[in-house]
C-alpha cells in the first residue's frame, strides 16, 4: 500500500470514528440519519481504498452496492419525514 493510500486510509477512519459519535450523541434524529449517511459514505470511500491496494476489481462492485442502499435509506428517511412521522401506509 502506498503512503498517499495508507494516509487517506487513516483520514477516513478518523471520520468515520467522528461520525460514529455524532451517531450515537446526535441531539435530534435527523442530525444521527445525516451522521449515518457520512458514515456510509465514508465505508464506501474505505471499500474504494481497499479496492485500489489490493487490486480487486470485485470490491468496487460492493463500494457500489453499499453507495445505492445508503441512498435509499436516506430517501425513505426523507419520505418518513415529509410524512410527519409514521402513517399508516
Not at 480487486?56 to 463500494?63: C, I, M, R, T
Not at 442502499?69 to 425513505?76: D, H, N, R, V, Y
Request: hydrophobic letters at 60%.
Amino acid at each position: 500500500m502506498t503512503p498517499v493510500l495508507s494516509i487517506c486510509l487513516l483520514a477516513l477512519t478518523a471520520g468515520l470514528g467522528l461520525a460514529l459519535v455524532r451517531l450515537v450523541r446526535g441531539p435530534s434524529l435527523p442530525d444521527r440519519v445525516v451522521a449515518l449517511e457520512l458514515f456510509s459514505t465514508m465505508v464506501v470511500g474505505i471499500i474504494g481504498i481497499v479496492a485500489i491496494a489490493a487490486e480487486d476489481v470485485l470490491l468496487l462492485d460492493v463500494a457500489i452496492v453499499m453507495a445505492l442502499m445508503g441512498f435509499m435509506a436516506t430517501i425513505g428517511f426523507a419520505r418518513f419525514v415529509e410524512r410527519g412521522g409514521q402513517g399508516d401506509d
